[in-house]
């Protein structure tokens, strides 16, 4: 069965500083991978996808994420730290052979100090 | 073009009550997953309903919870008889088909007194 793993529970970063989080996950074949944001009550945002093609995906808000298959990693990266960045991300994986429900990491919590 | 809709947003029920959810898809989508949150937890998925069929309920507790999507109207997430356990944040995706990204709605939060 497929995995994410968010070994990261909780960071804290500088505003205006650079942000890596980190996303490993466990499946078969080539996966479909997804970066989610959380805000606090709110429903997940879309960040970024990837499903094939450039390993380096450009997503919304300045975020970008790298599909390494020989790491089995889709790191999420931001190269300057905005106040508002403060939320919950989850990685998330899909199938790709069958529907597409959604593997969950376990999240993320980044706090933003300014 | 209206996103996913979920209500109600906040569901308190005492224990032994039913709980009714409720999610509309995007417009066009067909395709519905419902996610559980447990606090301090990422998502854990329940169940994918399509029009009419449920498709895969692999995640679904065996007993008291149940789905369903009508060919008209929203698709349900019914609870029977809760017990604290259930509190959670509970939330609907829709997509237009099998492995389109899925659109999250703003979650119920049901707690159980």
């Known amino acids: 069965a497929q995995s994410v793993t968010q070994p990261d529970i909780h960071i804290t970063v500088s505003e205006g500083a650079s942000l890596e989080l980190r996303c490993n996950y466990s499946?078969?074949?080539?996966?479909?991978l997804f970066w989610y944001v959380q805000s606090p009550g709110q429903g997940l945002q879309l960040l970024l996808k990837?499903?094939?093609?450039?390993?380096l995906v450009q997503g919304i808000k300045g975020f970008e994420a790298e599909f390494k298959r020989s790491q089995s990693s889709f790191n999420l990266r931001k190269p300057s730290v905005h106040w508002s960045d403060a939320a919950e991300y989850f990685c998330?994986?899909?199938?790709?052979?069958?529907?597409?429900?959604?593997?969950f990491g376990t999240g993320t919590r980044l706090q933003v100090t300014l | 073009n209206a996103g996913v809709m979920q209500n109600p947003r906040h569901l308190v029920r005492r224990r032994g009550q039913e709980a009714r959810l409720r999610c509309s898809p995007m417009?066009?989508?067909?395709?519905v997953y419902w996610y559980r949150q447990l606090p301090e937890e990422g998502l854990k998925f329940m169940v994918y309903?399509?029009?009419?069929?449920?498709?895969?309920e692999s995640g679904m507790p065996k007993e008291r919870f149940s789905a369903e999507f009508p060919k008209e109207g929203p698709s349900i997430l019914r609870i029977q008889q809760v017990v604290r356990g259930d509190s959670a944040a509970y939330f609907c995706?829709?997509?237009?088909?099998?492995?389109?990204?899925?659109?999250f709605g703003p979650g119920t939060r049901l707690l159980v007194l």
């Open positions: 995706a829709s997509t237009s088909g099998v492995q389109e990204t899925q659109y």
């Open positions: 499946y078969g074949a080539t996966p479909y």
């Open positions: 990837y499903f094939s093609g450039d390993t």
């Open positions: 998330a994986v899909a199938d790709t052979g069958t529907a597409s429900k959604l593997t």
């Open positions: 417009k066009g989508h067909s395709h």
């Open positions: 309903l399509q029009k009419e069929n449920i498709i895969d």
